[in-house]
């Protein structure tokens, strides 16, 4: 496993366990991040990731990121 920022741009990935405080893991479970679902990295900018998850594009943070482990 490693974290969702090591990932490299357009591959498909599968979500093994989110890290955190339960705040931090409810957040990212609001924005489509669960256990078993598929992220694909679109681009890195200035620290914070572009991804798809769930049909949907979502901005997250470099720190966020780290606790989303592929």
């Given amino acids: 496993m490693i974290p969702l920022n090591f990932s490299n741009v357009g591959e498909e990935n599968i979500i093994k366990r989110i890290g955190g405080t ?12 669960v256990v078993g679902g598929n992220v694909t990295v679109i ?16 901005a997250i943070s470099e720190n966020l990121a780290n606790k989303v482990m592929v």
Avoid: A, D, M, T
């Fill in 22 to 33: 339960p705040e931090v893991k409810q957040h990212l479970e609001n924005l489509g991040f």
């Fill in 43 to 58: 681009n890195f900018i200035g620290g914070n990731l572009i991804v798809n998850v769930k049909e949907s594009r979502v």
